[in-house]
């Protein structure tokens, strides 16, 4: 049973590039969040997904967009990158409702 | 406002406990959960208390008083692998979590 998987693991981006990560959820789940997790730092909630829609969303501007397709696998995009949004970005998938939810490895952004 | 505090490091010998607390001010609960995370890895889940009281498992056990906005992490016979970040986050009631900065914990010989 494959766990939550992220893709790249590694990014490096210039400043105002657009990027965009990728979430592939643990089998049966339903329910994609994305954090940012800058060095030292615990993770911040940007968003959250149920049933192809935002559900619920932190204090990250526009910049950070997101989608949740049908077989509810997930996308994070970020448009014109700022050096402060060097980070790892993890999701994390769950059963919708008041269930643990599971991390993938990351992606690691950064940008120059 | 929101709020959650946990130290920021700590130190203790191998075989020792070391016992990690985690103060929370949020505006919503629905579960406390504690992650470990070790360096460039992705944080795994150590325990859940949602309601008042002890949680067990092996080598590691949470509390949780709602009351008082407390819970604590407690870490038996330390081993060397168990020097990590340990991360307190609470749940609101639609699920998202809000982590705490995270307790460095290193575990010297």
């Known amino acids: 049973d494959a766990g939550v998987t992220q893709s790249p693991t590694h990014l490096i981006k210039t400043r105002g590039q657009q990027v965009t990560l990728r979430c592939s959820p643990k089998s049966g789940h339903d329910t994609v969040s994305w954090y940012q997790q800058a060095l030292g730092q615990g993770p911040q909630f940007i968003f959250q997904?149920?049933?192809?829609?935002?559900?619920q969303r932190g204090n990250f501007p526009d910049r950070f967009s997101g989608h949740q397709f049908p077989n509810y696998s997930s996308e994070l995009n970020v448009n014109a990158l700022l050096l402060g949004d060097s980070a790892l970005y993890l999701c994390a998938s769950s059963l919708e409702g008041p269930y643990e939810q599971y991390f993938g490895p990351g992606t690691r952004l950064t940008v120059t | 406002g929101q709020n959650i505090d946990q130290p920021t490091e700590m130190t203790a010998t191998e075989g020792a406990i070391v016992q990690i607390n985690c103060t929370y001010q949020?505006?919503?609960?629905?579960?406390l959960f504690w992650y470990q995370q070790h360096a460039g890895e992705a944080p795994t889940f150590l325990s859940y208390?949602?309601?008042?009281g002890l949680e067990e498992k092996g080598r590691f056990s949470s509390f949780l008083s709602r009351s008082k906005g407390y819970s604590y992490l407690l870490l038996k016979e330390l081993q060397m692998k168990d020097s990590a970040s340990y991360l307190c986050a609470v749940r609101d009631p639609w699920g998202k979590l809000q982590f705490g900065a995270g307790t460095q914990v290193v575990v010297t010989p």
């Open positions: 997904y149920y049933e192809e829609e935002e559900r």
């Open positions: 208390n949602v309601l008042d």
């Open positions: 949020t505006s919503g609960f629905n579960g």
